[in-house]
Structures are given as structure tokens and as C-alpha cells.
């Protein structure tokens, strides 16, 4: 990914240089003839985006309760529990046995059935915990490692809240086997219902079956998660996924980030290898850095980014939006003061309407870079296209009518090779320079 951003750079500073020269070409002799085929698409107006987008922000699902963590515990009396291979061990505060009917101890499998906070340290070589009761549920990790063989290292029942808390400091890890004794019971974490991580500790998961956490609806606040590998996906939900504040590293066969309705990061820090596909996707202060053998970030109806960073490394297409209906207005890529940048096996940017509103956005592969299929809309004003090679058939640049001004504020770039021939560059058919052939 490294490597391939330096040749953007350097790509990018060549093509200045050229652009440079071109005046001077000019003087000695006239342009060749244009080779872009300029296509006038429909544009919806801004305001018609702008409420659209408004909408399914105002629908995505971002609580489900409120949340305990370390400093605010679920429950004033606790809980202690310490984990052995064949001696596990549940105490109140003064190491006294706890009384039956809050945690049973079978072999190297704890079995919680009762509302509280629990705290936990120790190890299990291959033990397992079951969590099956449906009131609230906090634990909390001040040093676990579990590995289960054939199992999840931790199984969730019940639909009241649960909450795996990271004590601060605090370095845990689960880890599951290449084989299950039940084929369904996918997941090194696996939930019912909604889990949620969080606290200031960090949490490594090694998912060799299948993938690291599946759940209903997850949510990782102010955390440090590492997914060192997953057989198929990293996180899994069934509803939404939250990060927020927290730092994720994921490395996954599939992929990294997958739900069935909004994925949502606010404030988070993503590195992750593996597609991130959802209905909406928003990102809001986050930095993402994303590798993807498929497309990068694929949603049915919205990718909304502000105030974000991207950089996508991805075979397929770079952002996706596909739209759900035809008649709706969906379909949307709305980019608001972001720094992105796209490396593409096939499309840059893909959707049905693409919203622009400030920052940057670098676009370097063999595709169609951006394909907007029926309108855009600029609310910001644009200083420059910079489109060289692959703009002969009118399908690399589908921006259209007068929403689309010249002025200095951010910069689209969009390079996919070395300039073979004299073009120009049309918006509403105004010529807006002539790219110079390279030779």
C-alpha cells in the first residue's frame, strides 16, 4: 500500500510538470482533437443528497442501552473468579467460596446464571465461559486467556445487556481451535443478542475456525482489539456494529467488518485487511486504513464519511454504493472535508449519486475511477480534474451540468497511467485544460 501511495505522489508531481509544459506545447502547434466523450447526466439537487443522507443518519441504529465499564460497574458487590486448568475458583472479596447461583464450575467451563459484575484473571488451556441468563451481565478482564478447541472461548445467551470490560492496562486474549464439535457454534465470541466491549485494555483474538465475534449488534468503545487472524470474517453482526474511540486492527480471509444493517465508526482508528460491507456506513473522525482482496467499503444504500481519513487498497472497487431501489434516492457516496485516497483494481468510487463537499481525493488504478451512474452534486467549489489516460469513452468522468465550478479549495485526482496522447478535459463541454502527451 506504501509503495503504491509513493507512485501516486510522484505520479502526481510529474503530471504537474507536464501540465506546466503544455502552454508552452500549445504556442508551437493547435491541440489534438479532444478524445473524452462528454455524457450529460440527470443531477439531483444538493438539497435533495443532503436530506437523503440526513435521513438514514437519523435512522442508523448507535445505542441499544446504556453501557458499563470499569469505572461505573454494573454492580457494587463482585464477583472475583479466578481461572486454573482444573481448579477455577469463584470467591467474594475476601476469597470466601460466593454463594451457589451465581457461577457454577464444571471441568474448565464457567458457567455464569446469574446478573452481576463479574472480574476475572487467570488462564484456561481449553476451557470455555457461558454466559446464559437474560439480565445484565458485566466482565470484567484484568489478565484472561482462554483458548477453547472446539468451542467459542466465550458464549452468550439471554437478551439482557452484556459487557465485556478491558481493565486499564490489562492485556487479554481468546483463541479458539481449527475444528468445532458443533458446526453452528462459529465465533471465538459468540452472542445471542448484543455484546459490547470496552474499557482501556486491549483484547487479542486468534479465530482459527471461523470468525473472531459474532453477535446481534456489537459495540467496541475506547478499546484496543487486535484480530490477529480469522478463518472468514473479523466482527459479524446481525443488526449494527459500533467502534467508537477505540483502536482496531483486524486481519481477516473475508471480511473485516461485516453487518446487516449500518456500520458506524466515530473517532476510531482502523487497520484492517478484509472488506467492510454493511447497508450504511459512516465514518465521522476516523482514520481508516483498509487492504481488501474484494471491493473496500460496500453499502446498498450509503457511505457517508466526514472529517475522516481513507486510504483503500482494494481489487474490486475502492467505495461502492450500489442502491437498493431504483426509485429511492440511495445509493450515495457523500465525502465531507476527507482525505481520501483509493487504490483500485477496478472502479475508484462507484455509485449511483456521489456528494463532494471539501477535502481531497486521490483515485490511482485500472478502472473507471469515478462512476457516478445518475448525478452528483459539488457543494464545494472544485480547483482541479486530473484525469490522464483512460478518458475515452466518457465513462472515467461522470460529472455533469453547471454544478460543477473551477476554484481553488480541494482537488480531485484521479491518474490511471502514463499519458499516451494530447486530450482535453470537458465539464459541460468547457474545455478545462489539455493534457500534454508524455512523449
Given amino acids: 500500500m506504501r509503495k503504491r501511495l509513493f507512485a501516486v505522489v510522484a505520479a502526481f508531481c510529474t503530471l504537474c510538470l507536464l501540465l506546466c509544459a503544455c502552454s508552452k506545447k500549445e504556442e508551437q502547434a493547435p491541440p489534438a482533437p479532444s478524445s473524452i466523450v462528454y455524457r450529460t447526466i440527470s443531477f439531483p439537487t444538493a438539497e435533495g443528497i443532503g ?57 474448565d467451563t464457567l458457567h455464569i446464571i446469574k446478573a452481576g459484575t463479574y472480574e476475572l484473571v487467570g488462564s484456561l488451556s481449553d476451557g470455555q465461559i457461558i454466559v446464559s441468563t437474560d439480565d445484565r451481565v458485566q466482565l470484567l478482564f484484568r489478565g484472561v486467556t482462554i483458548s477453547c478447541s472446539d468451542r467459542p472461548a466465550i458464549e452468550i445467551y439471554g437478551t439482557g445487556k452484556k459487557v465485556l470490560t478491558l481493565a486499564r492496562g490489562s492485556v487479554n486474549r481468546l483463541s479458539d481451535g481449527p475444528e468445532r464439535s458443533e458446526a453452528t457454534k462459529d465465533g471465538v465470541i459468540r452472542a445471542a443478542h448484543a455484546v459490547t466491549i470496552d474499557g482501556k485494555g486491549s483484547l487479542e483474538i486468534s479465530a482459527k475456525f471461523g470468525a473472531a465475534i459474532i453477535a446481534d ?10 484480530v490477529s487472524e480469522a478463518k472468514t470474517h473479523a466482527l459479524c453482526s446481525g443488526t449494527f456494529l459500533l467502534l467508537s474511540h477505540a483502536n482496531v486492527t483486524l486481519n481477516c480471509q473475508e471480511s473485516s467488518l461485516l453487518a446487516t444493517d449500518e456500520v458506524i465508526l466515530s473517532g476510531a482508528t482502523l487497520s484492517a485487511r478484509g472488506a467492510i460491507g454493511a447497508r450504511d456506513f459512516f465514518a465521522d473522525g476516523t482514520t481508516i486504513n483498509l487492504i481488501s482482496r474484494e471491493d473496500g467499503i460496500c453499502a446498498s444504500r450509503l457511505i457517508s464519511a466526514q472529517n475522516s481519513s481513507l486510504f483503500i487498497d482494494a481489487e474490486g472497487d475502492g467505495l461502492r454504493a450500489t442502491g437498493e431501489d431504483a426509485a429511492s434516492l440511495d445509493g450515495i457516496v457523500r465525502l465531507y472535508e476527507c482525505t481520501t485516497v483509493v487504490s483500485d483494481g477496478d472502479d475508484g468510487i462507484r455509485a449511483r449519486y456521489f456528494s463532494f463537499s471539501g477535502g481531497n481525493l486521490i483515485c490511482v488504478g485500472m478502472g473507471t475511477q469515478l462512476c457516478v451512474t445518475e448525478g ?28 460543477v465550478t473551477l476554484k481553488r479549495s480541494g482537488r480531485i485526482v484521479v491518474y490511471v497511467g502514463p499519458i499516451y496522447e494530447q486530450m482535453d478535459l470537458r465539464v459541460d463541454e468547457k474545455v478545462v485544460f489539455t493534457l500534454a502527451n508524455v512523449e
Fill in 51 to 107: 436530506a437523503a443522507v440526513s435521513s438514514l443518519e437519523n435512522n442508523a441504529v448507535k445505542e441499544n442501552g446504556p453501557d458499563y465499564d470499569e469505572v461505573h460497574p454494573m454492580s457494587e458487590e463482585v464477583v472475583y473468579v479466578t481461572l486454573a486448568d482444573g481448579s477455577t475458583v469463584v470467591t467474594d472479596k475476601n476469597g470466601n467460596p460466593y454463594p451457589d447461583g451465581y457461577a457454577e464450575v464444571s471441568g
Fill in 217 to 226: 449488534a456489537i459495540k467496541v468503545i475506547d478499546s484496543t482489539l487486535t
Fill in 376 to 403: 452528483a452534486v459539488c457543494s464545494r467549489d472544485i480547483s482541479e480534474f486530473l484525469f490522464p489516460d483512460g478518458i475515452s469513452s466518457g465513462a472515467d468522468l461522470q460529472l455533469g451540468e453547471t454544478n
